[in-house]
T-cell receptor, first 114, second 109 residues
Framework: DADVTQTPRNRITKTGKRIMLECSQT?????MYWYRQDPGLGLRLIYY???????NKGEISDGYSVSRQAQAKFSLSLESAIPNQTALYFC?????????????FGPGTRLTVL | RKEVEQDPGPFNVPEGATVAFNCTYS??????FFWYRQDCRKEPKLLMS???SGNEDGRFTAQLNRASQYISLLIRDSKLSDSATYLC??????????FGRGTSLIVHP
């Protein structure tokens, strides 16, 4: 079984809809991250969390919110989806005693906003 | 200026060739460096860490040059299966990593 899972894997929605992307991990890591990837722009950090009660904005948090329901779960919400949020979204985890760049990624969610 | 910069490529090389990628970083406080491999439409996967003393894993060698603020990845005896995008990552004084945009490698027969 995969250590980091994401649901859904693909989603097509319409402008203005509220969307939630979910991430679960069995690695026991405290740190979790949400990224989006766009062609030519690489991975950009949306939000990250170092513990259940810790939420931090990343490089591009506008239009997004997150919830850390438990150590193993970190959800990303788009309150009112817009077309330029069409992208590939990745969740990742890391351990605090390893280099912060050593991350484990989920398989990604491909989101299309029409 | 992006904190981590990579030549996007693509690098198009024949099987068996040696290819090298560089990645420059602007934050002199960066302490940890990594190379990831990403196949098309798949998640990035850690390839190797980059240590000050260099790091070798089979056909792959990673090096760090702090004076010039770049890291490199050398692939010897390229295989068709090495075709992918290679992402470099640095992390500075903050607790979050910065990814480069990736370098595309195409290995052809």
């Amino acid at each position: 079984d995969a250590d980091v899972t994401q649901t859904p894997r693909n989603r097509i929605t319409k402008t203005g809809k509220r969307i939630m992307l979910e991430c679960s991990q069995t690695k026991g890591h405290d740190r979790m991250y949400w990224y989006r990837q766009d062609p030519g722009l690489g991975l950009r950090l949306i939000y990250y969390s170092f513990d259940v009660k810790d939420i931090n904005k990343g490089e591009i948090s506008d239009g997004y919110s997150v919830s850390r329901q438990a150590q193993a779960k970190f959800s990303l919400s788009l309150e009112s989806a817009i077309p330029n949020q069409t992208a590939l979204y990745f969740c990742a985890t890391s351990e605090p005693d390893r280099g912060v760049g050593e991350q484990f990624f989920g398989p990604g969610t491909r989101l299309t906003v029409l | 200026r992006k904190e981590v910069e990579q030549d996007p490529g693509p690098f198009n090389v024949p099987e068996g060739a040696t290819v090298a990628f560089n990645c420059t970083y602007s934050n002199s406080a960066s302490q940890s460096f990594f190379w990831y491999r990403q196949d098309c439409r798949k998640e990035p996967k850690l390839l190797m860490s980059v240590y000050s003393s260099g790091n070798e894993d089979g056909r792959f060698t990673a090096q760090l040059n702090r004076a010039s603020q770049y890291i490199s990845l050398l692939i010897r005896d390229s295989k068709l299966s090495d075709s992918a995008t290679y992402l470099c990552v640095s992390s500075g004084g903050s607790y979050i990593p910065t990814f480069g945009r990736g370098t595309s490698l195409i290995v052809h027969p």
